[in-house]
C-alpha cells in the first residue's frame, strides 16, 4: 500500500509538470470570447471587430467571437469580464470615464484590480458644441452665457466622459451648467441639431459630420491640440481654459490568468497597435489612436479614477 501511494503521488506531480507547458502551448484552445459592453453597431464594437480583423493575421488558427452586453453604462459588460474564467479565453473591452466611475460611484463589482490590462486602442476626444442658429461662436462666449444664465447642456448620462469634461469647465470657470443626461450621442444630436438644448458636451466622432454639413457648431476641441478633421476648430486651451477631456477603448483580460497567456494576449495587442492594415481602417472610419501598453494604460487609469473620484465627492450621483 505504501508503495501504491508513493507511485500515485509521484505521477500527479509528473502530470501537473506536464499539463502546464502544454495548456499555456496550446493556447488557445477553443474560440476566445471578446465581451463588448455596449449594443452593436456604436464606436466601440466597431473598434473591436477591427481588433479582431487584424488579430486575425497573427493568430489565424484562432477564433474570436463577440460578445455584446449593453447596459447600465458598460457596467453589465465590465463585471461580466471581471468575473470570466481566468483561462484566457474570454477578453473584453473597457472604456472612460463609465469604467472608473462606476467604481467610485460604489456600483461596481469590480475595481481596476479585477483585470489585467492589456492596453489601450482608440481615444475620441471631446467637444463643445451648440446649435447652429446658436449666437455662441467660441468657448469665451459660451462660458459669459453659463455665467448670465444656467445653460441647458446634454451629456451622454451621469458619470460619463462627457459629464466629466463638464464638470471640470465648471471647476476651471464657476459656472454652473444645467446637465442634461441623455441615452447616447443619438440624443444629443438630435437635441443639438433641433435647437432642443442650448449646448452639447460628446465626442468628436459624434458630431464632426454634422458640424461639416453647417447642421451643428463645434466650438470648442477639449484635446491638446486641435483634431486633423476640424483643423479650424480651435482647443479650449487656445481660447484661454486649459481643459482637456477624451475618451479611450482598451482592451483587458480577467486578473489571475496564467501569466504566459498573459503575455501572448499582450504581445497580440502589441502587434495589432502597430498594424498597418489596422491603423488605415481606423483612420477611414474617422477613429483616433492612442496606443498605448498595458502599464501605462493603467496609469492612466489610475489616474482617471483619482479625479474621478474628486468630482463624486463634491457632488455624488
Known amino acids: 500500500m505504501r508503495n501504491l501511494l508513493t507511485l500515485m503521488l509521484a505521477l500527479c506531480v509528473a502530470l501537473s509538470l506536464t499539463l502546464t507547458p502544454a495548456f499555456a502551448k496550446e493556447y488557445p484552445s477553443k474560440p476566445i470570447k471578446i465581451i463588448v459592453p455596449s449594443k452593436a453597431g456604436g464606436s466601440t ?8 480583423k487584424a488579430a486575425k493575421k497573427y493568430w489565424p488558427g484562432a477564433k474570436f467571437v463577440i460578445k455584446n452586453v449593453p447596459g447600465s453604462g458598460g457596467q453589465k459588460g465590465f463585471e461580466e469580464i471581471a468575473k470570466a474564467r481566468k483561462d484566457g ?10 469604467v472608473v466611475a462606476h ?11 479585477s483585470f489585467h490590462v492589456m492596453g489601450n486602442l482608440m481615444q475620441d476626444p471631446l467637444i463643445v458644441a451648440v446649435p447652429s442658429k446658436s449666437e455662441i461662436t467660441d468657448l469665451k462666449g459660451f462660458i459669459a452665457a453659463a455665467k448670465a444664465k444656467s445653460l441647458t447642456t446634454a451629456v451622454n448620462g451621469i458619470g460619463s466622459d462627457d459629464f466629466v469634461a463638464a464638470k471640470k469647465l ?23 441639431m433641433g435647437g432642443h438644448v442650448d449646448a452639447s458636451i460628446m465626442n468628436i466622432s459624434q458630431l464632426q459630420a454634422q458640424h461639416k454639413a453647417g447642421t451643428a457648431r463645434i466650438i470648442a476641441v ?10 479650424h476648430v480651435k482647443t479650449a486651451k487656445e481660447q484661454g481654459f486649459d481643459v482637456n477631456m477624451t475618451a479611450t477603448r482598451g482592451f483587458v483580460a480577467p486578473a489571475g490568468v496564467d501569466a504566459k497567456i498573459l503575455a501572448k494576449l499582450d504581445d497580440l495587442m502589441a502587434k495589432v497597435q502597430k498594424d498597418e492594415g489596422f491603423i488605415a481602417e481606423c483612420t477611414k472610419d474617422v477613429m483616433f489612436l492612442l496606443p498605448m501598453n498595458g502599464t501605462d494604460y493603467l496609469k492612466y487609469l489610475t489616474g482617471l479614477q483619482a479625479e474621478t473620484q474628486l468630482f463624486y465627492d463634491q457632488n455624488p450621483w
Do not use: C, W
Open 45 to 52: 464594437d466597431t473598434s473591436a471587430r477591427l481588433f479582431v
Open 89 to 98: 479565453h474570454t477578453i473584453g473591452m473597457i472604456f472612460t470615464t463609465q
Open 103 to 113: 467604481v467610485v460611484a460604489k456600483r461596481a463589482r469590480y475595481t481596476l484590480d
Open 170 to 192: 465648471e471647476r476651471q470657470t464657476g459656472v454652473s451648467f444645467n446637465l442634461l443626461p441623455t441615452k447616447g450621442s443619438t440624443e444629443q444630436k438630435a437635441m443639438i
Open 222 to 231: 477639449l484635446d491638446a491640440e486641435r483634431s486633423h478633421i476640424l483643423p
